[in-house]
């Protein structure tokens, strides 16, 4: 019997149900005359690029002129080619994302206080924005040349002056189709999204000399953001955590002037089974055709994936020196000099990301899958043999360790789980290795999971599954 894959990780509100677990993989669509219908390729690795500030990075961004800066802690970083650091100076705070932004002569960073700063583009020279009509935000966008902010703990945002850091007391807008507060403001395919609490206003630009920008009749959006650093663009829509009257953690992204929601039921549920959501932060990626929405839950210690080509959600995760699993070590993201850079969420080190690297800069990433549930009427069905349908053959030389494969299964319809039993994926050129494990007893309901860590290349498409039914 062949067990082919589809989909992502979903662990369903009873696991009897389903109990597919996706750990650093993703999938992708295969042609009609292909065997199996998709194939998972492994997440790209990071190897060291730099070792810079002992905190961990708050932000990355690169500018509209190639240049690129990044916040550790309470410290602003300008970053050369040879990703030496110059210090630019201090902000008001520690901890949270950042969020930065510029319009081609000035660079904009806030961080969710009544402060900012303004760097020059051309000197590095970093100052604090002082004029009285800037009142701070938790995150900052540009569109039509205007720099535009939320006004901390009110229901206003605001807007710049035309390509400047300037700001005049009258350029500000409430957002009046709900009585919530301001919790960000986006920007895709020149629309102002306002976030609020619960509810979203879209604004457009119409030239109005008192303040250009007005409310889009009739686009209103009932539901709010529940994280100002989860709002991530890409490909002009908008994708955030969101947050209603009704409920939270939804998944949405814009479409339009309206909201189409991406998250599952299960992913919905194990985010509602985090205490704290609130700081969540969301990024984007480009990999090889795929367009990858990362949310990192620092409280929660978890990251998970949205593969924006498939529409499909998997576990992002990185293990320490005793196993256990945490939140992958990217926080923050930028694509810098043909390279995607990303900021180590504990300590100074930036990495790039490539899907040409298998390791957490030299530490294996485990590779989680698990197999839908194989019933037969509720009947006893004995399990002669499992081979994996992986790739093999690109690992160490055969007088080196060859990288484990490992098995486990759960006769308790995924509430519990057996010890692993191993094979490996072979040595180099061993491409017809067989993946196989033998005697694998009986059950009415079981789900296969397969696992493995290897600084080599592989894929899997499903596993092949010798059984003998043996009645009631």
């Not at 250009?212 to 709010?224: D, E, K, V």
Request: with cysteine; hydrophobic share 35%.
């Amino acid at each position: 019997m062949k067990i082919p894959l589809s989909g992502g990780a979903y662990q369903s509100r009873s696991i009897m149900a389903s109990a597919q677990r996706c750990v650093n993989l993703y999938s992708e669509k295969n042609p009609e005359d292909s065997p199996y219908p998709f194939t998972y390729y492994p997440t790209p690795g990071i190897d060291l690029l730099s070792t810079g500030p002992s905190n961990g990075w708050r932000g990355l961004y690169t500018t509209t002129t190639g240049a690129l800066y990044g916040v550790a802690a309470d410290r602003v970083y300008f970053i050369d080619s040879a990703f030496a650091y110059t210090d630019l100076g201090a902000i008001s705070t520690t901890k949270g994302a950042v969020s930065m932004v510029d319009n081609g002569i000035d660079l904009v960073l806030v961080d969710g206080s009544d402060s900012g700063q303004k760097i020059d583009l051309t000197t590095n020279l970093m100052i604090p924005i002082t004029n009285a009509a800037f009142y701070g935000a938790s995150r900052v966008d540009l569109v039509d040349g205007f720099l535009i902010f939320n006004r901390p703990r009110t229901n206003q945002w605001y807007i710049s002056n035309f390509l400047n850091v300037d700001f005049d007391s009258l350029d500000f807008a409430a957002k009046t189709g709900f009585s919530d507060k301001v919790v960000a403001v986006g920007a895709a395919k020149r629309q102002v999204f306002v976030f609020g609490e619960q509810t979203t206003e879209v604004w457009y630009n119409t030239g109005e000399a008192d303040f250009t920008f007005g409310r889009m009749p009739g686009a209103f959006i009932q539901y709010g953001c529940a994280s100002a650093a989860s709002i991530a663009q890409t490909d002009g829509s908008l994708y955030w955590l969101s947050k209603s009257k009704e409920g939270e953690c939804m998944v949405l992204r814009t479409e339009g002037y309206d909201r189409a929601r991406i998250s599952t039921f299960a992913i919905e549920k194990e985010f509602q089974s985090y205490a704290v959501i609130e700081d969540a932060t969301g990024y984007i990626y480009q990999q090889e055709g795929h367009t990858f929405y990362v949310l990192n839950f620092p409280s929660a210690d978890k990251t998970w994936a949205y593969d924006v080509s498939t529409g499909e959600w998997a576990e992002r995760m990185w293990l320490d020196d005793e196993g256990l699993e945490h939140r992958q070590r990217q926080f923050c993201y930028a694509f810098y000099n043909g390279q995607a850079i990303v900021g180590d969420w504990e300590n100074g080190n930036l990495y790039r990301m490539s899907s040409e690297l298998f390791t957490d800069d030299g530490e294996e990433v485990r590779r989680i899958r698990a197999f839908p549930h194989l019933v037969d009427n509720g009947n006893r069905v004995r399990y002669d043999s499992v081979i994996a349908d992986i790739e093999t053959g690109n690992g160490l030389p055969a007088s080196l360790a060859r990288p484990e494969l490992r098995l486990r299964w759960s006769d308790t319809r995924g509430r519990s789980w057996g010890t692993h039993i191993s094979n490996n994926l072979g040595s180099t050129g061993e491409f017809l290795h067989s993946c196989a494990f033998k005697r694998l007893g009986m059950a009415r309901d079981r789900v296969f999971e397969l696992s493995w860590a290897a600084d080599c290349k592989t894929a899997l498409n499903g596993m092949f599954v010798e059984l003998q039914p043996c009645g009631s």
